[in-house]
């Protein structure tokens, strides 16, 4: 009765398009903890240190410290362990797969009429980023239901009710429309306590290709330059379900005007269709589902200082990334009642699922490095980077489209503060590594708090007589980040991130 009163208004709703937003911007923002084994093991700190293959994705400088040429191969096995904390529930799941690290080669020539200086040419292509993750959330709701949100929603919107949200509610018969009450009702009780279970799957990778020349004069001062080609792709799975496991909600009837009920918060007229044919709550599942992938592009330049046999000091700067993205996407609801188990309702918007292309602009980065050799014993490298969050952007075709989320991105964050810190020690023919990432959180936080990064490293080589060596490498990075579940609801969760990285790389120099 009342779905066919709503329905001619229903017919020019739901015309919200998908909507890209700031945390997609600052996604693509964050580096994480990729290249040679070496690298990794020294926790990315080489900045001034110099002298190996991922440095053309940092400081490009390091790459003239090179005096023979180089191919190296890198990869290895990410696992993940994430933990989910809601109600003071906790949930784990794991995660593994194969990662691809790093692909160098590199080589050079000494310049003409001046043998204390050379040129280096190199090709690299490195991951920056691996969103390999699975988080668990579960715990029985606490008058917290996806439906007691859509309903906040759609009471506080009119009759406008959003196809990727709300609408989906309605169009699965989980919200009804009372006309009498002028308002939306619900046949699930949102007063009932149901299991609810949010499950978190992300995949996808940034491979950097980077074209780079290297400059080294006399020894004493390094160039370089990098031309960078990132290619993204990231997929996304957010599934939210309910389920009333302990039947706390059940509507029996006699007939189509006489009922109990076992309900808190009765749904309108339950004498009236389509009540009688469902009966009471099952179970629902709620999908958001997008994936993204593209190209970009980025420019890096650096230098590096010899002040002495023992002290070097650097800078870098890169250009902001702007990527040129599609995304693929589409919402679902799936609902079951009690009366049509076997028919569950299913709708999906869009139909055959929608595609926008749009920009992202990241923010640039800048460092300042130093790093200490000890003779031919020990290295240690130190860098500082800012990452100026604020500065991320959307982009479209037309500029209304993301006014509202660049607004946001510039009030909600604040410039990043990371720091990298490694120590190599040579034990011929071993050397050991240990190193220490800080990724500094972006809305200001550093070292510790949510948000913020924490990888600890530590890794092994080993160099033959035939110039062939092999590295490998310990990765353990952690964080802790707030999650919130809906928009009118105080449903706070917590998750632990906990990734680990075991690679390899084999290389030979020339």
């Not at 020539?109 to 969103?131: G, L, P």
């Not at 302990?246 to 918060?265: A, C, F, V, W």
């Not at 959180?441 to 110039?467: C, H, I, W, Y």
């Amino acid at each position: 009765m009342y779905r066919i009163i709503i329905l001619s208004g229903l017919l020019i709703l739901g015309l919200q398009s998908y909507s890209q937003n700031d945390v997609d911007a600052i996604r693509y923002s964050r580096y994480g903890v990729n290249g040679t084994s070496r690298f990794m093991g020294l926790g990315g700190a080489f900045g001034a240190l110099g002298a190996d293959l991922s440095c053309a994705a940092y400081n490009p400088a390091g790459l003239a410290l090179y005096r023979k040429g180089e191919i190296t191969f890198s990869g290895g096995l990410r696992t993940t362990n994430n933990e989910g904390i809601i109600n003071s529930k906790s949930s784990n799941v794991s995660n593994a797969g194969f990662v691809f690290n790093n692909f160098g080669i590199l080589g050079g020539w000494e310049a003409k009429n001046d043998k204390e200086s050379r040129n280096i040419i190199s090709f690299t292509n490195s991951q920056t980023q691996n969103f390999l993750s699975k988080t668990r959330m579960s715990s029985y709701t606490n008058n917290s239901s996806i439906v007691k949100d859509m309903l906040n929603i759609a009471n506080t919107s009119g009759t406008t009710l959003n196809s990727f949200y709300e609408d989906l509610g309605y169009q699965t018969y989980l919200m009804d429309y009372d006309t009498i009450n002028k308002k939306y009702t619900s046949l699930v009780d949102t007063k009932r306590s149901v299991k609810q279970t949010r499950d978190i799957v992300t995949s996808g990778k940034v491979n950097e290709l980077n074209f780079s020349y290297a400059y080294a004069y006399k020894d004493e001062f390094y160039f370089g330059v990098s031309l960078g080609l990132p290619r993204l792709e990231y997929t996304s799975t957010t599934t939210h379900s309910e389920a009333d496991d302990k039947d706390s909600m059940r509507i029996n009837y006699t007939n189509s005007n006489t009922y109990t009920s076992t309900y808190l918060e009765e749904p309108s007229n339950l004498h009236y269709n389509p009540y009688y044919q469902l009966r009471g709550f099952n179970s629902l599942t709620y999908t958001e589902y997008f994936k993204t992938k593209g190209s970009g592009v980025n420019l890096k330049i650096g230098g590096i200082a010899r002040l002495n046999d023992n002290v070097r000091l650097g800078l870098y700067y890169h250009t902001p990334t702007i990527y040129t993205l599609k995304d693929e996407y589409y919402n679902s609801m799936t609902a079951v009642f009690d009366g049509d188990i076997a028919n569950p309702k299913n709708w999906k918007d869009p139909k055959e699922g929608g595609y926008f292309n749009y920009k992202i602009i990241t923010p640039s980065r800048i460092s300042a490095n130093a790093a200490i050799i000890v003779g031919k014993l020990a290295a240690i490298g130190i860098d500082y980077e800012i990452v100026n969050y604020k500065n991320a952007s959307l982009s479209s075709g037309e500029i209304a489209d993301f006014a509202g989320v660049n607004s946001v991105i510039k009030n909600k964050y604040t410039p990043g503060h990371n720091v990298r810190i490694g120590t190599e020690f040579n034990i011929k023919p071993v050397m050991l590594r240990v190193g220490y990432n800080m990724q500094g959180s972006p809305f200001g936080d550093v070292f510790t708090g949510s948000f913020v990064r924490n990888s600890f490293s530590v890794g092994a080589g080993f160099r033959t007589r035939n110039n062939l060596y092999f590295d490998f490498v310990w990765v353990k990075t952690v964080s802790n980040e707030d999650y919130y579940f809906f928009n009118t609801l105080p449903q706070k969760a917590t998750i632990k991130y906990n990734a680990t990285n075991v690679s390899a790389t084999v290389g030979i120099k020339f």
